[in-house]
T-cell receptor
Framework: EPEVTQTPSHQVTQMGQEVILRCVPISNHLYFYWYRQILGQKVEFLVSFYNNEISEKSEIFDDQFSVERPDGSNFTLKIRSTKLEDSAMYFC???????????FGPGTRLTVL | AQSVAQPEDQVNVAEGNPLTVKCTYSVSGNPYLFWYVQYPNRGLQFLLKYITGDNLVKGSYGFEAEFNKSQTSFHLKKPSALVSDSALYFCAVRDPTTGGFKTIFGAGTRLFVKA
């Protein structure tokens, strides 16, 4: 069964450093998403991406964040200058249609020291 | 603005008994509604969705949910709980009238099923 994969599973970084979280969505999906979940809290929408552009983003997704689909298979989330409060689990998801269910990856745990 | 409320942080039920996990929503148009389950240290897994049609939708692992427009609810149910159903359950809503694909998740309800 196809699945969404994410690397790394755990990323530790120093405050102010740039991080890139990587995702490989399901191959025939067209819609891509990033969410984050701070420990013990709700899952928060960050951004959706379709047709090589951002279709919607939340207020969390400020200028420090960017997304890219560099090569037709990977989907990346970049945080330019990490803050302590960026520590969270980051989930990538993809869907085949805009109304369909989303398939989530296992997540990347980001720890900012 | 769209929102989702899961009024119970935790639901406890004995194995074999029916379970209900509650969800209410607020959107400006007709909602797309979803339930996801999260097991420890795992991503979210899709259980079921309501887009249109029959108000009672059936999903994975014997779960079902009923869309109630007048009460703006989408409660998750299962006739007979299993210990293995113990997990964190998230209700989610998308408002298709916004034109985007933003999905809002509830805070989650932790289900404990005791043997």
């Amino acid at each position: 069964e196809p699945e969404v994969t994410q690397t790394p599973s755990h990323q530790v970084t120093q405050m102010g450093q740039e991080v890139i979280l990587r995702c490989v969505p399901i191959s025939n999906h067209l819609y891509f998403y990033w969410y984050r979940q701070i420990l013990g809290q709700k899952v928060e929408f960050l951004v959706s991406f379709y047709n090589n552009e951002i279709s919607e983003k939340s207020e969390i997704f400020d200028d420090q964040f960017s997304v890219e689909r560099p090569d037709g298979s990977n989907f990346t989330l970049k945080i330019r200058s990490t803050k302590l409060e960026d520590s969270a689990m980051y989930f990538c998801a993809s869907s085949g249609t805009g109304v369909g269910e989303q398939f989530f990856g296992p997540g990347t745990r980001l720890t900012v020291l | 603005a769209q929102s989702v409320a899961q009024p119970e942080d935790q639901v406890n039920v004995a194995e074999g008994n029916p379970l209900t996990v509650k969800c209410t929503y607020s959107v400006s148009g007709n909602p797309y509604l979803f339930w996801y389950v999260q097991y420890p240290n795992r991503g979210l897994q899709f259980l079921l969705k309501y887009i249109t049609g029959d108000n009672l939708v059936k999903g994975s692992y014997g779960f079902e949910a009923e869309f109630n427009k007048s009460q703006t609810s989408f409660h998750l149910k299962k006739p007979s709980a299993l210990v293995s159903d113990s997990a964190l359950y998230f209700c989610a809503v998308r408002d298709p009238t916004t034109g985007g694909f933003k999905t809002i998740f509830g805070a989650g309800t932790r289900l404990f099923v005791k043997a």
